[in-house]
T-cell receptor
Framework: AQTVTQSQPEMSVQEAETVTLSCTYD???????LFWYKQPPSRQMILVIR??????QNATENRFSVNFQKAAKSFSLKISDSQLGDTAMYFC?????????????FGTGTLLAVQP | KAGVTQTPRYLIKTRGQQVTLSCSPI?????VSWYQQTPGQGLQFLFE???????NKGNFPGRFSGRQFSNSRSEMNVSTLELGDSALYLC?????????????FGDGTRLSIL
């Protein structure tokens, strides 16, 4: 069974600084998808960035980028130029490529606080 | 374009009762998934529906059930409520249910069991 581990329950960063959130996962599959979701106090889960395992190039979305290390099964999220609005719970998630389901397996989350 | 709509936003029930939660996906989306979020267990997959058929079910007791209608709206039902069912229930929809389609989440229904 696949598992996702986020070892940092809480992190803090100063506004405009860079922060990296860690995520490791375990799977025997070769093809899969990895995601970072953000959940602000408003509760809505928002997709931040997505990585397809068969793509070697790390995904980037504006200030958000990932460091995908397939052999190490590591998928960290880097937030550059942190903004107050980035304060939220961040979840790393895994999805199998095969099978007839859209099931996401989530980590336990990292609470990020951006300090002014 | 309207997002995923979940109703009600908050719900308070007592043990032994049953409850029905509703999820209206983004227009045109045919896949709907449900997740339970609790402080102790985190986010756990409940089930997924696509074109009115349940495609997958998580490891939850039979008290948890769901369905999807022809307009893709989905409901989940929990019978004989227990204190441990207190949680935020999130619904997510995607266009076709394929892996390359992003899932869009609603704001959730906060269910409290007294």
């Amino acid at each position: 069974a696949q598992t996702v581990t986020q070892s940092q329950p809480e992190m803090s960063v100063q506004e405009a600084e860079t922060v990296t959130l860690s995520c490791t996962y375990d799977t025997s599959e070769n093809n899969y998808y990895l995601f970072w979701y953000k959940q602000p106090p408003s509760r809505q889960m928002i997709l931040v960035i997505r990585q397809e395992a068969y793509k070697q190039q790390n995904a980037t979305e504006n200030r958000f980028s990932v460091n995908f290390q397939k052999a190490a099964k590591s998928f960290s999220l880097k937030i550059s130029d942190s903004q107050l609005g980035d304060t939220a719970m961040y979840f790393c998630a895994f999805m199998s490529h095969g099978g007839a389901t859209n099931k996401l397996i989530f980590g336990t989350g990292t609470l990020l606080a951006v300090q002014p | 374009k309207a997002g995923v709509t979940q109703t009600p936003r908050y719900l308070i029930k007592t043990r032994g009762q049953q409850v029905t939660l509703s999820c209206s996906p983004i227009s045109g989306h045919r896949s709907v998934s449900w997740y339970q979020q609790t402080p102790g267990q985190g986010l756990q997959f409940l089930f997924e529906y696509f074109s009115e058929t349940q495609r997958n079910k998580g490891n939850f007791p039979g008290r948890f059930s769901g369905r999807q209608f022809s307009n893709s709206r989905s409901e989940m039902n929990v019978s004989t409520l227990e204190l441990g069912d207190s949680a935020l229930y999130l619904c997510a929809s995607s266009l076709t249910g394929q892996r390359n389609q992003p899932q869009h989440f609603g704001d959730g229904t906060r269910l409290s069991i007294l």
